[in-house]
């Protein structure tokens, strides 16, 4: 119950950071979704520009099936002409007197079949700059489109994720609290089973050592380490710990801390399986989360002596639930174990 106590004030702390990352998650949806948006009207711009592209590129090529017709019967007659071309026109020119008009005329011919191969030329180069074009535009759409597309996706991971947290915290909230009651009552109920136990006389009480007598020098119950402390009630059954919990690894054995006789040894709600000893004069240890048994109730036991293995804690990793009390009340373990 202490360790969830922890657990508690470790949530009621993490409300604060919560709110925090939960604004972070916002933060970083709100972005997302701003950026989609920039794709989304970068990628229409360039779909509208990929549109205008594509009529020009049609007009080029109609523009090129246009002259060709005119182009291809020029340069058949050019061909005619075989190389002396323009000057054979010139020189068969027979009256003197036109040579200059026909010279200027040759001219014409020529600038024009000069103009009309630069402009195919021309139109042929644009084309193939188009298409280029038109080709890397291609690219950058399915580009623009794909970081649209994860964009989107890390909007919906973002607003997941933020469920998710939410959810989360409630769950942990709801298993928190119960557990908590779940403990308490369980507490509770084994306060009025060791109040029966010491009320209803002790078979062992003339016949056993005095525990007393070994107060800082009893034997660990198992190897390990303390994972939760003894503390005592202030107001609260759920701040409370009447033990302490030593973690160890599973199946590790557990060992009676003094001789005494078995008054419990069976499951216990909150406790799992469980072993009391009684040592006389109202002196009792416990021995909690036990995997198996190994003794039965009413058998007389030495110190030592193994009474079972580890199993899991009410928490989850293995450890063992051990607590003292002495004349009926419960005392802090680690006051009468050796020191390690």
Do not use: C
């Not at 054995?253 to 109202?282: K, M, R, Y």
């Not at 199993?311 to 063992?320: E, K, R």
């Amino acid at each position: 119950m202490q360790a969830l106590q922890r657990e508690a004030d470790a949530l009621a702390l993490q409300e604060k950071t919560l709110l925090g990352d939960l604004r972070k998650l916002e933060i970083d949806r709100q972005i997302k979704v701003e950026q989609l948006g920039q794709l989304d009207g970068e990628a229409a711009q360039l779909g509208r520009d990929l549109m205008a592209a594509t009529e020009r590129l049609t007009k080029l090529q109609q523009e090129d099936l246009a002259a060709r017709p005119d182009l291809q019967a020029r340069l058949v007659e050019m061909y005619k002409l075989g190389q002396a071309r323009y000057a054979r026109l010139l020189l068969s020119t027979s009256d003197l007197r036109r040579i200059g008009e026909a010279s200027r005329t040759i001219a014409v011919l020529a600038k024009l079949d000069r103009d009309r191969i630069a402009s195919h030329q021309h139109t042929l180069a644009e084309l193939r700059s188009t298409r280029a074009a038109l080709q890397e535009r291609g690219r950058r759409l399915d580009a623009l489109r794909a970081e649209a597309r994860r964009a989107k996706s890390e909007v919906s991971k973002a607003a997941q994720a933020r469920s998710d947290m939410i959810r989360d915290i409630d769950r942990q909230r709801d298993l928190n609290a119960q557990l908590a009651g779940e403990l308490q009552a369980a507490q509770q109920k084994l306060q009025v089973a060791l109040r029966n136990l010491a009320t209803g006389g002790s078979p062992t009480e003339a016949a056993a050592l005095p525990l007393k007598a070994f107060r800082g020098d009893l034997d660990w119950p198992v190897a390990g380490t303390v994972r939760r402390r003894f503390a005592k009630a202030t107001g609260s059954l759920a701040a409370a710990s009447n033990g302490i919990e030593i973690g160890t690894a599973d199946l590790a054995p557990v060992t009676a801390v003094h001789e005494g006789v078995v008054a419990f040894a069976d499951a216990f709600s909150g406790f799992g399986n469980l072993v009391i000893l009684d040592h006389g004069a109202q002196t009792f240890s416990l021995y909690g989360n036990l995997l198996d048994i190994g003794v039965k109730r009413g058998a007389r036991v030495e110190a030592g002596q193994p009474l079972g293995t580890v199993g899991a804690s009410a928490t989850g990793p293995a450890g063992l639930y051990f607590e003292l009390r002495v004349d009926g009340q419960p005392v802090d373990p680690l006051q009468w174990l050796r020191r390690k």
